[in-house]
């Protein structure tokens, strides 16, 4: 059931890491509380992935309306100029090296299923690609579960007090999490999985890197300021 979900499971727990680490980051650069930091961390985990999974379910939900649209389009048009319509499929498959009575007997095969020539005419002349049965809300849900489970990794430690060195631990947690993830995308992209989890760790690395220094000068500033 999840399968087809794997690419926003696998983006959304990438974001979950990355975004969540960078708020430890900078919070610890700034000297704050442990408990500020747990706070900090859970209100962004769970506001940034409801944006994250609403954006995802909104933008699915548009996809769909816009190919139901032009689905409907093309079924009228096939019911009111059926030899309009027949005639763009001949041309279609000239265009594809059909021709004589091959031609004829593809473009009969083809309107004599209305649904199969729907279908044609949608990939063939607008290049939409039909989405299957994949819900928008189970995209959204798939990517909610995914940033949320990930993302808690970075706060491990601030939530187990019987792990040392708080942040230190949850870079330790982060980076071998974003490496595991980083190699997942593979899953999504094709690449070598190892380049892959390297390039997410580097990335994941940065990120955590700005929001500790943006802390730590935060915190010079208001120090010298005070």
Not at 80 to 103: D, H, M, S, T
Request: hydrophobic share 50%.
């Amino acid at each position: 059931m999840a399968g087809g979900y794997i690419g926003d499971m696998v983006y959304a727990a990438n974001d979950g890491i990355i975004t969540t680490f960078a708020v430890v980051a900078g919070v610890t650069g700034a000297g704050l509380s442990p408990a500020i930091t747990i706070i900090m961390g859970l209100a962004n985990l769970l506001a940034d992935g409801f944006a994250m999974a609403s954006g995802n379910y909104l933008g699915r939900k548009s996809e769909l309306d816009y190919q139901h649209f032009e689905k409907k389009v093309e079924e009228q048009e096939i019911d009111n100029w059926p030899k309009e319509e027949i005639a763009e499929v001949r041309e279609i498959y000239r265009k594809k090296g059909f021709e004589g009575q091959e031609l004829e007997r593809v473009v009969k095969k083809i309107t004599s299923n209305r649904e199969v020539w729907v279908n044609e005419m949608m990939i063939s002349e607008l290049g939409i690609l039909p989405d299957g049965d994949k819900s928008p809300s189970k995209h959204g849900i798939f990517t909610f579960i995914s940033f949320v489970l990930a993302g808690t990794l970075p706060l491990l430690p601030f939530l187990l007090p019987f792990l040392p060195s708080h942040f230190y631990m949850a870079a330790v947690f982060s980076g071998l999490a974003l490496f595991m993830v980083g190699s997942l995308r593979t899953l999504v992209t094709g690449a070598f999985w190892f380049s892959g989890g390297l390039k997410m760790l580097v990335v994941g690395g940065i990120a955590g890197s700005v929001a500790f220094l943006v802390g730590y000068l935060l915190r010079t500033v208001v120090g010298v300021v005070g």
